[in-house]
């Protein structure tokens, strides 16, 4: 199992991303990434600022927004200058109306202008090894188009009926199955599992309490990577 760090309520910024450099048991991090009124493109730690609602801070310029731990991307990829891990981009969708007719094309127009901003950002950084991911599947079709080097990720929730063809799947913790995930590690996919709370972290620990006993499980347990708010509960229960 590899894991991947999102930071959470015991730590800052830079403790989060110095926690992240030197825990050689973290395998990368992942960081939510949104667009202010004024097309600032923003690290926004989310279970840091669940008071902070994600559609005021789109409409808010960057000056606006009053808290010291919402950075724009540049200053998190600054910090992450020698971080020979992975960064997953999480790139949050725009608080749009329902697509109609009407509104279609000025949609796509603000959906392209916004990952124009990330890839022209994260260009500047060819050193370092991003992975871009998103539960939208208009923003994914476009980064097929738009960011060609980079690996995309998809996250899949359970309400999704559509499919997009990727090389890494990211599932809701509720989602695991051992015939699914096999079949998907079987067409070369790479998989993770995102795991936000204590629902999430019993999930994946009951999914695998008997990985020794189950070579399914075990050979998904050995490839898997978890996404995690909590990684030190991953870190001690497996690796201590």
């Known amino acids: 199992m590899k894991i991947f ?3 959470n309520n015991s730590y800052n910024n830079y403790n989060f991303v110095s926690k992240a450099y030197h825990d050689t048991k973290i395998e990368g991090i992942l960081l939510d990434v949104v667009m202010t009124r004024d097309n600032q493109i ?9 008071n902070i609602v994600l559609k005021d801070i789109q409409s808010q310029t960057l000056k606006e927004i009053k808290n010291s731990e919402i950075e724009p991307l540049e200053t ?4 992450l200058t020698n971080f ?9 969708p725009l608080n749009q109306p ?7 094309e000025i949609l796509y127009q603000q959906n392209l202008f916004y990952i124009t901003q990330i890839i022209n950002i994260i260009k500047r950084y060819p050193n370092h090894n991003i992975n871009l991911m998103s539960t939208n599947l208009s923003l994914l079709t476009m980064l097929q188009k738009e960011a060609k080097d980079y690996q995309l990720a998809w996250y899949i929730l359970t309400n999704n ?3 997009i063809d990727l090389n890494i799947y990211i599932f809701n913790s509720a ?10 590690l079987d067409n070369q996919k790479e998989i993770m599992v995102y795991v936000l709370n204590s629902n999430c972290i019993n999930n994946v620990l009951n999914f695998f309490k008997d990985k020794d006993k189950n070579p399914i499980k075990k050979r998904i347990f050995n490839e898997i990577s978890v996404i995690t708010y909590y990684p030190d509960i991953f870190i001690n229960t497996y690796y201590s």
């Open 42 to 50: 923003i690290i926004f730690p989310e279970e840091t600022n669940a």
């Open 5 to 7: 760090s999102i930071r």
């Open 161 to 163: 009926t559509n499919y």
């Open 98 to 104: 329902i697509t109609t007719d009407y509104n279609a």
């Open 76 to 79: 998190y990829l600054n910090l």
């Open 84 to 92: 020979n891990k992975r960064i997953i981009l999480n790139i949050i």
């Open 175 to 184: 989602m695991l199955n051992d015939a699914i995930l096999a079949q998907q």
